[in-house]
C-alpha cells in the first residue's frame, strides 16, 4: 500500500447486502450484538479500489449523545492513518446528526485504539470491571493480554 493515501478512500453508507462482516466481527467477535447496532443511517464503510477497508458503526444515544459502537480498518492498511480519517468522519457525522458528545469503550489491552483515540481527542471517563468475562461467552486475548476490562471514553464537541 506504499501509494494509498487516507483521502483516496471513498465512504458509503452501510448496504445490507454487502455488510464488511470480516471487519465488523475483528472489533466486536459477538455477531448477533453487532447486528443489534449497525444500521445503514449511522454505519459507513471506506472503500478502497473496490475493497472494503475500513468501517465503522454509531448509535444514537439521545439527541445530542452518540456512541461509537464498532471501528476497523483492515490489516493492510493499519498504518497509513486510515484510522485516524475513519475516526474523524465518525466523529463529524455524529456532529453533523446533532451530536455535543461522543462515547466509545475499548479493551484494556487495545492499546493502538486507545492511543488513537486519545489523541483524537477522547478522555477515559470510566473502567467497567470484567466487562468482557462478563459479557462475551470466548476469552478475548489482545497483545499477549486478557481483555478484561472496558475503559469508557468520551469526546466532548463545542459548537463554534
Excluded at 483521502?7 to 466481527?25: C, S, V, Y
Excluded at 492498511?77 to 466509545?104: C, P, Q
Aim: with cysteine; aromatic share 10%; charged share 25%.
Amino acid at each position: 500500500m506504499t501509494d494509498f493515501k487516507p483521502r483516496d478512500a471513498k465512504f458509503t453508507r452501510l448496504n445490507m447486502e454487502q455488510i464488511p462482516w470480516g471487519l465488523l466481527l475483528e472489533a466486536d467477535p459477538d455477531k448477533a450484538y453487532v447486528e443489534a447496532y449497525i444500521s445503514e443511517a449511522f454505519t459507513r464503510v471506506a472503500w478502497y479500489m473496490e475493497k472494503a477497508i475500513g468501517v465503522y458503526a454509531l448509535k444514537k444515544l439521545t439527541p445530542t449523545s452518540f456512541e461509537l459502537m464498532n471501528i476497523c480498518v483492515a490489516d493492510a492498511f493499519r498504518g497509513t492513518g486510515m484510522g485516524r480519517r475513519l475516526l474523524g468522519h465518525a466523529v463529524g457525522l455524529a456532529e453533523a446528526k446533532g451530536a455535543r458528545e461522543v462515547h466509545l469503550g475499548t479493551g484494556n489491552s487495545s492499546f493502538a485504539a486507545l492511543r488513537l483515540y486519545q489523541r483524537m481527542g477522547f478522555r477515559i471517563v470510566e473502567v467497567i470491571p470484567n466487562y468482557f468475562p462478563d459479557n462475551y461467552a470466548e476469552p478475548l486475548v489482545e497483545n499477549g493480554i486478557a481483555c478484561v476490562d472496558m475503559l469508557r471514553l468520551k469526546m466532548t464537541l463545542t459548537p463554534e
